[in-house]
């Protein structure tokens, strides 16, 4: 067998392959021996076809059978010959019909990784947001716990007020007529939350407990419902109850409620989340302009194969955290085409990030220590809260262990980038004028 490889370009090779006259031969031999254990043709037994008769009348089925068979038991063979690996199935861009006495040859188009040596990764220059702890977003999550821990008693008051609890029975009409599904009897309604038809919440507030009153609204123009969408509708209401939010004391009981045992420790805990919080995105930040300058130094091609498995790999965590949500893509109105359109320049620019930071790697002989492993799998556990020993298990397999090691890289690379490069803290509204 030879091979003869050419480029076609930085991400693609024609392999034109010539298979030897002998292989040739006996493949064509099977062929018209399996073909004429099913022959039937009329004047004949069944299986028993003369030669002659056989391979004048199937040698159209012949030729494609074969040809098939060829590429398949030998285009494995030829390509762990090469010192690369294709990323994609083989195209076939020519292919000749196999003949008794004579090589039969075929060439295929497939992708590879593109050849990287990476440049100008050393000495970079990067920008990151000096980390400011804002106590007042600290005191915003403590209250909005804390609202979320409130009880609704029945209210005192008479009118309603927006974060009030109510019930309400209420009938909708268009042009007069009642709405399909427009009536509801006994609906619980926070009043604030944005939950209902945009403008319906708000001619709720100051309403009475008792009281009816009618209302007025337009459906907005992308409303799920067409034949409502854009329309002017009229609500007739009848306010039942009003019950009012009672927000809990933030004293020591109420750090019990997480496990904690004062409130002094639930602030502290509370500002120690939101720190770390801060610190990963601003660090996420900075690893997006690494990625950055990386792909401005090295502009390369990336393989379509690469790019769509990835791509694919994005939809299908979307999915299951849509899913997770009691959503789908009908719910939110997206096809899967304006998903892919969407997010392929994020796949694309992610892949030739993954590339670009793997010749990296390999140029730097960076290599995960087994210790490293284990952390990264403790850490793992940790964050999951799943038990240490079902984690490793997961991780032996070598699908799964091919991915661990790969995060584990792109973590240490970065490190050692970060590590090498000059780093300029500024104010974030400096960092977004940039």
Same mark, same amino acid.
């Given at each position: ?9 930085? $991400? ?60 398949? /038991? ?106 399909? /599904? ?179 790697? $390999? ?66 509204? /400096?960092?977004?004028?940039?």
């Amino acid at each position: 067998m030879e091979v003869k490889v050419e480029d076609i370009s930085a $991400v693609k090779k024609k392999i034109t392959i010539e298979i030897e006259t002998e292989k040739v031969d006996r493949v064509i031999d099977a062929t018209f021996k399996k073909i004429g254990k099913k022959a039937n043709l009329k004047g004949f037994r069944p299986g028993k076809v003369p030669k002659a008769v056989l391979e004048k009348v199937y040698a159209g089925q012949m030729a494609d059978e074969a040809a098939r068979e060829l590429v398949n /038991q030998n285009y494995v063979r030829a390509m762990l010959t090469k010192d690369f690996s294709a990323v994609s199935e083989p195209t076939v861009l020519e292919m000749a019909t196999p003949e008794r006495g004579k090589p039969f040859t075929y060439a295929v188009e497939v992708e590879v990784k593109p050849e990287i040596e990476a440049q100008g990764y050393l000495d970079l220059d990067l920008k990151k947001e000096k980390l400011r702890i804002n106590d007042e977003i600290i005191a915003e999550r403590i209250e909005e716990i804390r609202r979320d821990k409130a009880e609704f008693k029945e209210s005192e008051r008479t009118v309603a007020a927006n974060g009030d609890q109510i019930v309400i029975d209420f009938e909708g009409f268009l042009d007069g007529k009642p709405i399909s /599904q427009g009536k509801a009897e006994n609906y619980q309604l926070e009043l604030g939350t944005g939950n209902l038809i945009p403008g319906f919440e708000e001619q709720l507030e100051g309403m009475e407990r008792g009281s009816e009153k009618e209302i007025e609204l337009t459906f907005p123009e992308g409303y799920a419902s067409q034949e409502l969408a854009g329309k002017n509708a009229r609500f007739r209401v009848h306010m039942k109850s009003i019950r009012e939010q009672v927000l809990p004391a933030l004293d020591d009981e109420f750090a019990k409620r997480f496990g904690l045992d004062s409130i002094a420790e639930f602030r502290e805990k509370i500002a120690k989340m939101y720190r770390e919080h801060e610190e990963k995105r601003v660090l996420d930040d900075l690893k997006e302009r690494i990625v950055t300058a990386l792909i401005e130094k090295n502009p390369i091609e990336v393989p379509e194969a690469l790019i769509e498995e990835h791509l694919k790999a994005l939809f299908d965590n979307f999915l299951k955290r849509l899913k997770e949500q009691g959503l789908s893509l009908e719910k939110i109105g997206m096809t899967i085409e304006e998903y892919r359109e969407k997010n392929r320049p994020r796949a694309q620019r992610q892949v030739q990030a993954a590339l670009i930071l793997e010749a990296i790697t $390999v140029q730097e002989n960076i290599i995960p220590s087994a210790e490293e492993v284990a952390e990264k799998i403790a850490r793992i556990a940790e964050e999951a809260n799943a038990p240490l020993d079902k984690v490793k298990e997961f991780y032996d397999k070598d699908e799964h262990r091919k991915s661990l090691n790969t995060m584990i890289l792109e973590e240490k690379v970065v490190d050692f980038l970060l590590s090498k490069a000059r780093i300029e803290e500024v104010d974030k509204a /400096q960092l977004e004028k940039n």
